[in-house]
């Protein structure tokens, strides 16, 4: 196949500190590649050369078409055909689908386009991917699968050739991934090519042909993607060996702290079963829509269920509130860190105390100094949070140390049960072994822990019993032992 | 594993001795127009009787400040302030004038607790209908509170048909009009206030609790606090505070009236944002904001001096703050050019 | 047609539209005077002020900013207008001209610094609300001006229609005013480019730069318009009022911005509409007229005003929230 772009010694720095160096990168008309690489990589800085945001130092070059480039511009690079979907998707929710797709429309003279053939533009993208879209819905009112769409077809409206899509499936069901794999092989058959940025090994690389890997700003080469395992990708991306053993403790004999029988909620999950042992870990694995999320939230109190009994230590209790869940030693880490786990804007150690504020105040109801300090340093040296100052905003941590602040604030109100929902989303792989092994001696120390998540190794090497959620119910039940990563994802996806 | 520089309790102390930014730039600005206006006006500015105007003047506005600093700070916004304050003070009014204040000193007292009652009653049944408003139906806080105002202005319009009630007992003139050691009474009341505002605000968990939420309601929901009952607080705060300034405009004026103090509404705003408040929530404190008010207090009082309309210093008053900003927008960009300081 | 209708009557505008006709067969059933043209005349000459204004906060609003200076905007622009008419000989053309750039000076100054300062919209207005209003006070040590031109003084009005008793019922400046606000503005907002634009602005800001919107150009025309708008309204309200007072117009913004808001605007931009701003405003005009008009006494108008208010944004948020819930029950 021809390339449609070829870059060469791409680099880029940022006063002293390096963000490129002298990276190659070749993408055919019509392929699907796959950039892979950690946070901090360099996969972002590159996107931004590419679609002129950023320019590059000097020295590299860029060739489209036969032209050559020292820089494009943002008009250039869209006039070229590329087009970048961003995380957020950058839509219009206040916007009709049709308004969305055909913007462009807008961009150029005074006069209004015309609903007419706005929405014949519109359609005529939407017939060419065979999807099927309500022209005259806001966007705003979409789920977010279908946002994904929206944003496909406004690329193609702008006559992509080629798609950089930035995390695509992040946040998709299943059936909403193949959904867009089918439409992926369409822009392919149409000689458009899409690159997926991803830090993970996910799906998309069942359709990829190659696969890009950066590490620390270089390239570290490009590889046919069926040559390409998780594992070996993870050492790739981290420059580490990670060798993760199945170890299970025998827990027969401990008790059973958190007990679940016949909960259930109309539209959320039915009839879930299940208990954890003190010093347990129960991994529950399932994709997005399969009730999992749902599930922590009410057993912390925040969704009550409808039916069902929760048993803490034997007793039964009633959560009507996150405050009574965590009065009765819950903890729930939510698996969106940046907007309902941290305030983000706000001190670390403001955050470490926010749920255990009314614990330490002293004479007349103030907050004492010494008693906030030392609750303060006790989490972050409990958790080896690394600040050189804890009066510093929780943003300018990395992301695994950011876990550790909401792990650490948990901590404080001493739970019995802590439920983890997707404790490593957003942490770069050194960092989830530290976050696991927290986990783990907080297990040890006799913690009852339940562990969410839609990663397949993160629950088979770390949890000591694994439930499978799909629609809302429990589908079954696996001990680590027993499974290899091939058939844990064959019970999830059938 | 841990790395940090400093031990936890010098690391406080030195942050105890260093002001922040915002209250560094106000102090700056507050030296650079004490010297413009120093040069400018020479001892008619630093006399006794122009101090202690300033010091009757200031009260006001910076109560109803900070009645509309709390909200501010937990990422809201309460134009009611003024209204409420007018409600109160005429509910006050109403019963030093409808049930005469004489005879003996215990029946004197009871009176005037009883005004203090109706007017605080008023104000927190304006502030829990913000609250709930707000916190339990989700309106807007520019919108609930608009509302209110028009509404609550409107009672009072209907109440007294846009009348003044005058005539208060004498104490009630002493708190307006008196000083103690020279000391304006209206100003002692404010920083009875303000102190335990400032403490309220950054040393207790209420206080942590509305920074917090102002930055990220949802984070804090999720850590098992009713931000709920904290946002009715917030909004019932501000409404008493309001009452406060309300009582002491009608202290000063000896009279109240539906519409007393409107221009102070927006100007709060304004001395709250130049006081380093973020009018988008979570950050703030009482410091800054005191700091700001004796700026925009000294401006004011010196173009009373220099025999200039009151509206130029409305003027100005606005243009420092754009100005304030302005200077940080260069700053900022000046420093991306400057070599980085070495992280200490 | 009923696939139309029904989604007429689940917009906010639907909604509102009941409302007011409800409002309306009520007052004309229990007063005599109130579905009378004189009365309807009467009504659209005295809100052409706030009527204009709104359909210019309408559009700052939508592209998700909002301004509070655009009474000082008016004040400057009426009284420099009226300043210059009465020292030389200039005509109508000449003081619509200066009404005009005054107000739209006034309103890049408001774009220039929102776009430059950092701070939001709200804030940088206020500030300039008093920069212009302290300046303007400062300047004519708050004068009224009583003396008008007699041509500007006599206005312009058609007696479209006489009765039987010899009542003159005309057509005057503040409406052509306040329709010509509505009419521009409808077409700016549904007819254009730049209208899309600033719907996609408010709708979300770092997409509208992505697609390739010039955002600080767009927010030099969105308040420009204001401050045009507010021009062209001072100018309605002096010859209305047959005096310009520099004081007479501050304070009532936020009257202005609740109009806009009763008719489905949202403050975080994006959303809103011409039909839903002027069912906002004859709803606060009606209710207020109608108060009047059925003798209750109008010390009590503003207390209903503000309860209407606080009723309808309840009834708003309500809305969102129960909205918000079904989306939730259709994603699971």
Redesign the interface.
């Given at each position: 196949m021809p390339d449609f772009i070829n870059l060469a010694r791409i680099s880029k720095h940022f006063g002293g500190v390096t963000a490129l160096a002298d990276v190659d990168l070749t993408i055919s008309a019509g392929e699907v590649h796959c950039l892979a690489g950690e946070n901090g990589s360099g996969k972002s800085t590159l996107i931004k050369i590419i679609s002129g945001v950023q320019p590059p130092d000097s020295g590299g070059e860029i060739v489209i078409d036969g032209q050559r480039y020292t820089h494009l511009t943002?008009?250039e690079s869209?006039r070229i055909g590329v087009q970048v979907i961003?995380q957020?998707?950058?839509?219009?929710?206040?916007?009709t689908v049709a308004?969305n797709i055909a913007?462009?429309?807008?961009?150029?003279?005074?006069?209004?386009?015309g609903k007419q053939r706005l929405r014949a533009k519109a359609e005529a993208v939407i017939a060419r991917l065979g999807v099927s879209l309500d022209l005259d819905a806001l966007v705003g009112?979409l789920?977010i699968a279908q946002r994904q769409l929206v944003a496909i077809c406004r690329a193609l409206a702008a006559e992509a050739r080629l798609v950089i899509m930035d995390e695509p499936t992040a946040s998709l069901t299943r059936t909403e991934v193949d959904t867009l794999l089918d439409i992926t092989r369409e822009l392919k058959r149409r000689g458009i090519a899409v690159v997926f940025v991803s830090h993970r090994l996910d799906e998309v690389m069942e359709i990829a042909e190659r696969v890009t890997v950066l590490r620390d700003g270089r390239k570290l080469g490009t590889w046919d993607a069926k040559d390409m395992t998780p594992r070996r990708l993870g050492t790739l991306m981290t420059g580490h060996e990670f060798d993760y053993k199945v170890v299970v403790p025998d827990l027969s004999a401990a008790p059973v702290m958190l007990s679940v029988r016949g909960l259930s909620r109309r539209?959320?999950f039915e009839d879930i079963n299940f208990d954890i042992r003190q010093g347990e870990i129960l991994g529950v694995i399932g994709l997005l829509?399969s009730g999992r999320t749902?599930l922590a939230l009410s057993l912390f109190g925040m969704r009550p269920p409808d039916r069902g009994q929760i048993r803490l230590d034997g007793a039964p209790v009633s959560l009507t509130s996150n405050r009574a869940a965590i009065d009765h030693g819950i903890a729930y880490v939510s698996e969106d860190r940046l907007s309902l786990g941290l305030v983000l804007e706000q001190p670390i150690a403001s955050n470490i105390v926010l749920s255990t504020l009314d614990k330490l105040t002293g004479a007349a109801g103030l907050l004492s100094g010494d008693r906030t300090r030392s609750a303060v340093w006790q989490g972050i040296e409990q958790l080896g949070i690394k600040v050189s100052d804890p009066e510093n905003p929780v943003r300018t941590l990395s992301g695994g140390n950011q876990q550790r602040v909401v792990i650490a604030k948990w901590l404080a109100t001493q739970p019995r049960v802590l439920i983890l929902d997707s404790p490593t989303v957003g942490v770069d792989i050194n960092a989830k072994d530290g976050i696991y092994a927290i986990v783990k001696r907080l297990a040890a120390e006799g913690m009852a822990v339940m562990m969410i998540s839609d990663e397949i190794p993160e629950v088979l090497y770390h949890a000591h019993r694994i439930l499978v959620m799909q629609g809302g119910r429990v589908k079954g039940e696996f001990h680590p032992a027993q499974l290899s990563e091939t058939s844990l994802r064959e019970a999830i996806d059938a | 594993m841990v790395t940090y520089t400093a031990p936890p309790a010098r690391a406080a102390a030195a942050r105890l001795w260093k002001p922040g930014p915002v209250l560094l730039r106000l102090t700056v600005l507050f030296l650079l127009l004490m010297f413009l206006f120093g040069v400018l006006l020479g001892h008619r500015l630093f006399n006794g009787a122009a101090i202690r105007s300033m010091a009757f003047q200031l009260p006001e506005l910076a109560i109803f400040s900070l009645a509309m600093m709390v909200p501010l700070l937990s990422g809201g916004l309460d134009?009611s302030i003024i209204a409420t304050a007018n409600l109160s003070a005429l509910a006050a009014a109403f019963v030093f004038t409808h049930f005469g204040v004489s005879g003996s000193d215990a029946s004197v007292l009871l009176w005037h607790i009883a005004a203090l009652v109706a007017a605080f009653g008023v104000a927190a049944m304006v502030g829990l209908l913000n609250g709930t408003?707000i916190a339990y139906?989700?309106?807007?806080p520019?919108?609930?509170t608009?509302?209110?105002?028009?509404?609550?202005?409107?009672?009072a319009?209907?109440l007294t048909?846009?009348g003044v009630i005058a005539g208060f007992p004498p104490f009630m003139v002493f708190i307006g009009n008196g000083s103690i050691l020279g000391v304006p009474v209206v100003l002692l009341v404010f920083a009875v206030i303000a102190i335990p505002m400032g403490v309220l605000l950054t040393r207790t968990p209420f206080g942590q609790r509305v920074t917090m939420l102002g930055s990220n309601l949802q984070a804090v929901r999720y850590s098992g606090i009713d931000t709920r009952r904290v946002l009715v607080r917030v909004y019932l705060l501000s409404a008493l505070l309001s009452a406060v300034a309300g009582l002491l405009m009608m202290a000063r004026f000896n009279s109240a009236n539906a519409a007393y103090g409107?221009?102070y509404l927006?100007?709060t705003?304004?001395a709250a944002?130049l006081g380093g408040i973020d009018?988008?929530g979570g950050f703030g404190k009482v410091s800054g904001l005191v700091m700001s008010l004796i700026v925009l207090q000294l401006v004011s009082t010196a173009a009373n001096l220099l025999n200039?309309?009151q509206?130029?210093?409305?003027?100005?008053?606005?243009?420092i703050?754009?100005g304030v900003?302005?200077i940080?927008?260069v700053w900022a960009w000046a420093r991306l050019f400057l070599p980085a300081r070495k992280p200490s | 047609m009923p696939d139309l209708s029904k989604r007429l009557l689940h917009s906010h505008e639907g909604k509102l539209l009941l409302v007011v006709l409800a409002l309306v067969i009520f007052l004309s059933l229990a007063t005599k005077s109130f579905l009378s043209l004189q009365n309807m005349i009467d009504l659209l000459t005295s809100y052409s002020f706030s009527g204009m204004l709104a359909a210019g906060l309408l559009v700052v609003l939508i592209s998700g900013g909002i301004d509070?200076s655009f009474t000082a905007s008016a004040s400057v622009a009426q009284y420099v207008a009226m300043t210059i008419a009465n020292q030389y000989h200039i005509g109508w053309i000449e003081v619509i001209l200066i009404c005009a750039v005054v107000g739209i000076a006034c309103g890049l100054i408001n774009a220039v610094?929102i776009g430059?300062?950092?701070?939001?919209s709200?804030?940088?207005t206020?500030?300039?609300?008093?920069?212009?209003?302290?300046?303007?006070?400062?300047v004519t040590?708050?004068n009224e001006i009583f003396a008008l031109p007699d041509w500007f003084v006599n206005g312009a009005n058609w007696v479209v229609y006489t009765d039987k008793q010899g009542n003159p019922y005309i057509f005057n400046l503040q409406m052509i005013g306040l329709i010509a606000a509505f009419v521009l503005t409808a077409l700016l907002l549904?007819?254009?480019?730049?209208?899309?634009?600033i719907?996609?602005l408010?709708?979300?800001k770092?997409?509208?730069q992505?697609?390739?919107?010039k955002v600080f150009r767009l927010n030099l025309l969105v308040y420009g318009y204001m401050g045009f708008v507010a021009g062209m309204a001072s100018l309605v309200q002096a010859q209305d009022a047959q005096s310009v007072s520099p004081n007479a117009l501050v304070?009532r913004e936020?009257?202005v911005?609740?109009a806009v808001?009763l008719g489905g605007a949202s403050?975080t931009?994006?959303?809103g509409t011409v039909f839903g701003t002027i069912l906002g405003v004859m709803l606060l005009a009606f209710l207020q007229n109608g108060l009047l008009l059925l003798g209750v006494?109008s010390?009590?108008?503003?207390?209903?005003?503000?309860?209407v208010?606080?009723?309808?944004?309840?009834a708003?948020?309500?809305e969102?929230?129960r909205q918000r819930a079904g989306?939730r029950?259709?994603?699971?």
């Open positions: 943002p008009a869209t961003y957020d998707l950058s839509l219009f929710p206040d916007l308004e913007f462009a429309q807008h961009l150029r003279g005074l006069r209004g386009a009112e789920s539209g959320d829509g749902e | 134009l408003v139906l989700g309106v807007s520019i919108l609930a608009l509302g209110t105002m028009t509404m609550v202005k409107g009672i319009v209907g048909h846009g409107e221009s927006l100007i705003i304004l944002v009018p988008a200039v309309s509206f130029l210093s409305l003027a100005l008053w606005g243009a703050l754009l900003a302005g940080g927008r | 509070i610094l430059t300062l950092g701070l939001s709200i804030i940088v206020i500030a300039t609300l008093n920069v212009f209003f302290g300046l303007l006070m400062f040590h708050g549904t007819r254009t480019n730049i209208g899309r634009q719907y996609a408010g709708s979300n770092d997409a509208a992505r697609v390739g919107i304070g936020l009257d911005l609740a808001v403050l931009g994006g959303v006494q010390y009590w108008s503003e207390c209903f005003t503000g309860a208010i606080l009723i309808a944004v309840s708003l948020a309500l969102r929230q989306v029950r259709v994603m699971a």
